[in-house]
């Protein structure tokens, strides 16, 4: 790979995105209800996918923008923009192919391409595995084909850079949402264990979610009647990441559940409500929102989402940590760059 000359936050993303491999223009064209909006200049919609479930644990999918209530940081606010059947989604599907995942590699194909068999037209995904490092093998496409070769090509070997991987993950897909059409975001996590080569702390990886506009699913594999100190990490972190991104965390003691668990993802991103809102108060100020929806007309619901935002505009990174942050990023990036093939 050759070295770039950068300076400056673009230039850590930058050299982040360039680490994980080029990216594949989007293959599918924009659906209607993924048109842009246009707002003032200096004007941000803060973005919110909400998932709401009843009683006996099944998505709600027929509630209407009046059935909800915005509140920032216990003001209510005004939703400018209300979507949910037809926003189309598009997921990053993380896979542990480190060697202890060996034995499971056959299960986490299958359930892999069920997953991606259960994508809609419009939808888009992207296949990653990581051991000691991340490797795209499919960049984002609608190609169902593509996707299922893809994973058809995993093998395990290696450790677990799994800190690492959610960083740089996190901060594309931040980037993507940036520049592309109105969708769902998502990032679906498969591992089995401790994070064994990891550069980038647990607390860096959750600022770096609690900054981005994507809901984290994690399924953590194994029996924790003989879990680690390092597995125990694992399973605070990957709970703490699914509470702040309104996503959820698994911990399935095999490999034969995995398949539901992908189902239920998939049936989750479909049934997802989409708000968007310009805040009452337009100071960008780097501060952290919290957000709260509620649905106070309908009885007995659960509804989960994002827990909030930094006030920051568009690209930049929040005052919160940045320092230490960057200068993790950058050493980070250095390690993965330059490290032999």
Not at 207 to 218: D, F, H, T
Not at 285 to 291: A, H, N, V
Request: hydrophobic share 40%.
């Amino acid at each position: 790979m050759k070295k770039r000359s950068v300076t400056g936050s673009f230039g850590v993303t930058l050299i982040l995105l360039l680490a994980l491999g080029a990216r594949g223009a989007a293959e599918a064209p924009p659906t209607r209800a993924a048109r842009s909006m246009e707002f003032p200049a200096g004007v941000e919609l803060v973005n919110v996918n909400i998932s709401v479930l009843n009683g006996r644990d099944r998505f709600v999918t027929d509630l209407a923008q009046q059935d909800f209530i915005i509140l920032e940081n216990g003001v209510r606010q005004q939703a400018s923009l209300f979507a949910q059947k037809d926003l189309p989604i598009s997921v990053v599907l993380l896979l542990d192919m480190s060697e202890s995942m060996k034995p499971r590699v056959a299960a986490v194909r299958d359930a892999a391409a069920r997953l991606i068999e259960s994508l809609r037209p419009g939808d888009q995904a992207e296949i990653v595995v990581f051991n000691n490092r991340p490797k795209v093998l499919q960049s984002f496409t609608s190609d169902h084909q593509k996707l299922i070769e893809a994973v058809a090509g995993t093998e395990a070997s290696g450790g677990t850079a799994l800190h690492n991987t959610l960083y740089i993950t996190l901060k594309e897909v931040a980037a993507l949402g940036k520049t592309e059409e109105m969708r769902r975001r998502a990032i679906v996590l498969l591992s089995d264990g401790e994070d064994t080569m990891s550069m980038i702390t647990d607390d860096q990886v959750i600022e770096a979610a609690r900054a981005c506009e994507v809901g984290i699913y994690s399924i953590l594999i194994g029996q924790d009647a003989d879990a680690s100190v390092g597995r125990a990490q694992a399973r605070y972190l990957l709970s703490s990441l699914a509470r702040e991104s309104g996503g959820q965390a698994f911990f399935p003691s095999d490999s034969s559940d995995l398949v539901r668990l992908y189902a239920r993802i998939a049936q989750e991103l479909h049934s997802q409500y989409n708000i968007g809102y310009v805040s009452s108060n337009p100071n960008l100020d780097g501060t952290w929102r919290q957000i709260l929806i509620l649905t106070p007309q309908r009885d007995g619901l659960q509804v989960r989402h994002r827990l909030g935002y930094y006030a920051v505009p568009a690209g930049s990174l929040p005052k919160t940590k940045v320092g230490d942050t960057r200068a993790t990023a950058r050493r980070f990036t250095a390690a993965v760059v330059y490290s032999a093939p």
